[in-house]
């Protein structure tokens, strides 16, 4: 873990973590007693952690979600469901392993789990195209939606995406036609769904898996129609305004909350998600658990017609009516 | 394709004659000078070489539809400013400036009328608007346009012009694209006819949403269509993009589009094409089939 790049406003935590770990090392060397140092460096680390992680600014909260040792979609999957079977390909192009797809049993019932894939370290990225999609990914996670369906099972998505990969031939592959027909495809499917964010939610490649009846946000996930980056670089035309346009685009999800955008918050463990995944799996698994429940005592008629009435609310203009 | 590439003809003395602005207009694809009016009789296509320059979005809608049959819909609605957002500029300024701009209060025109005595839902966007950035308005005016097809059981027209979504608005223009494409869901069950134009330019989010949703997609020649923007494609890929990439002419090579319809043709085009999806006779005055070039 030491050799795990910590986010600047985590130095002070990633310090008393390193003394910990060099205590248990001396304690287990020498065969001392360190319990009472142990204990107070403990709580120092908690007490740091709340502090921090309670006073996360916009931007701040953008690097966890983007965090190097955040869960993933197959973190989540391997905590929460059992019985995975991946299946793969789009039938008309590839594989994109930045979408990983696939039946999995929640508390042994049969769903259909879709996500973005990113890696932790090059190699995976590269497998994993850093977690960006081209068209062949968004087509293949559609064609399991509707396999999903068909068999009257629902549907759970993890979003967690920079972004539809920005390329030569996701372009000339269609990548715009892939992330609209999922948008019009998912708006008519008759099984419930429910997407969560579980880190970065990045424009119309996040959206492309995320048209759902429920939508769910993990506490420092963020989700937004543009980077703090890409926004800075177009309004301040510059880039090193992103904390103001980290701000100005209220993309946290306490903000999408209050607007009315999301349905609910799954709180993360103090330090983050990647400071106790499993916490974090839990927690999961009791919100997808009753968000489940609530979705299924609705017919597919009720489910559509919300469905609908959701997303047609969206927005602010006036005259309302 | 030759018609953007930069043409090194010397026109140098030309070029620097002072052109009465509001007299003649400069085509930039083959630099000949023809009198504006001309231009705007043939609906911003170039006599000459037919290029195809924008046309504003009003022109549309008297290009598309009969003489006198057009009612507007929703033309007061306003944006409102959801995230209280403020970047260099406050955004209600913003859009005070562009409707004193555009005299317009958003990026996008809608209504119904006929065409070629056809009943249609139309919605025209409107790029001289915050480049035709797709907010809440744009969404609620295109769920609109498209419920009032429903309800008379009629096609829905789009005509696309945009830039993409306006991150002014945050997530409420990213649901824009949910909530468009969801009512072309329920005109896809309901099974009538959706048509897409799109014109120059048209990226991002609403290339990514109702663009590409038509059951046929048309576009005019040479206008510029993708996902990303072609500078962030060269940043993202380190090298520089092939000629024509995006074009109109490109995405019918790959697939993406049914057809490119020369502006003076276009309504023509479309009624064809509407005519066959609602099993409506050929009128009598209807060429028989040629084939297309």
Redesign the interface.
Known sequence: MATVAHLDFEKAIAEVEEQIDRLRHMAREKGLDVTGEMESLEGKLKSLQTETYENLDPIERVQVARHPRRPYTLDYLERIFTDFVELHGDRMYRDDESIVAGWARLDGESVMVIGHQKGRDMKENLQRNFGMPHPEGYRKALRLMKLAEKFGRPVFTMIDTPG?????G????????A???N???M??LTVPTISVIIGEGG??GA??I??TDRILMMENSV????SPEG?AA????SGSERD??AT????TAPD?NH?G?IDRIIKEPTGGAHADPDATAEALHGVLRETLDELKSLSPEELHEQ??EK??A??????RS | MAWFRKTKTPLKAQDRRDLPGDVWEKCPSCNEIVYREKFRENWNVCPECAHHLRLPALDYVRLLLDEGSFTEMDAEMRSGDPLSFEDLKKYPERLAQAERKTGRRDALISGHGRMERIPVSLAVMDFSFIGGSMGSVVGEKIARAGRHALEEGTPFIIVSASGGARMMEGIFSLMQMAKTSAVLAELDRAGLPFISLLTDPTTGGVTASYAMLGDVNISEPGALIGFAGPRVIEQTIKQELPEGFQRAEFLLEHGMLDRIVDRREMKASIAILLRHMLSLPAPETSETGSPEG
């Open positions: 539809a990969y920005p390329g030569l996701a372009e000339e592959r269609g990548q715009a036609e992330i609209a027909r948008l019009r495809e708006a008519a424009s119309g959206l492309a995320g048209v989700y937004s129609v543009i926004c177009i309004l301040w035309k103001k346009a100005a685009l209220k993309l999408l607007l955008v469905r609908l997303y047609f969206m927005g602010e203009w006036h005259p």
